[in-house]
């Protein structure tokens, strides 16, 4: 069965320091990845997905099959960045399975 | 564009009564729909997802069940609530099809209804 883990449930950093949140991942076929986040009052919505190898706001994250893992990365992070951020794999059906997720708050 | 509306927004019920939260979709034909229940600490869970109308998958037994009357109808019901059902409901939907044939697999989510069972 496929399975999302996300190890930090929170994570603080100071403005302008690197941050990565880390995901891991068990799934049998070939996954697909997405990051999603939500910021205060507002609606979960997709950041990024690893199929598209995009930088979004700043952030990026690069499926290593080796380690099974799907870590969101950006070198600067800024105070709008602070919200709660979900790791998600995708299966073959079409289903999709969420991290418990890890809440960022970056500290001016 | 494409727009998703669940209600009601928040219930609270006593345990023992039915419940039924609803989801359509606009805007889309022939989307996959998903019913998600988000609690502090642990995340989103995958409760029901759908890829067509009366095609229904559970991803965990309880006491809740799911029902897709028309394309993009989505309802989560029940017959008897347990406190433990209470919780923030999610639904969700996505383009229909494989996604790596079609589209990129972004999921678009209601606003949520939060359920207290009393």
């Known amino acids: 069965a496929q399975r999302v883990t996300q190890p930090e449930k929170l994570l603080s950093v100071f403005k302008g320091a690197p941050v990565e949140l880390k995901c891991n991942y068990s799934?049998?076929?070939?996954?697909?990845l997405f990051w999603y986040v939500q910021y205060s009052r507002q609606r979960l919505q997709l950041l990024l997905r690893?199929?598209s190898r995009e930088s979004i706001k700043g952030f990026t994250a690069d499926l290593n099959k080796g380690e099974t893992s799907f870590h969101l990365k950006k070198p600067f992070a800024q105070e709008e960045d602070s919200a709660m951020y979900y790791c998600a794999l995708s299966g073959s059906n079409n289903d999709m399975r969420f991290g418990a997720g890890t809440r960022l708050t970056v500290k001016p | 564009s494409q727009t998703i509306h669940q209600w009601p927004a928040t219930l609270v019920q006593p345990v023992g009564s039915p419940l039924s939260l609803e989801c359509t979709v606009e805007g889309t034909s022939n989307p996959n729909l998903y019913w998600y229940r988000q609690a502090a600490g642990r995340g989103l869970q995958l409760l029901f997802y759908s890829v067509g109308i009366g095609q229904i998958s559970s991803e965990v037994p309880q006491n809740l069940s799911a029902s897709r009357p028309q394309d993009r109808q989505f309802i989560l019901s029940s017959k008897k609530l347990l406190l433990s059902d209470s919780g923030f409901y999610l639904c969700a939907w996505s383009a229909g099809g494989r996604w790596e044939r079609m589209n990129t697999g972004e999921l678009f989510f209601g606003e949520g209804s939060r359920l207290t069972v009393l």
């Open positions: 799934y049998s076929g070939s996954p697909e």
């Open positions: 690893h199929i």
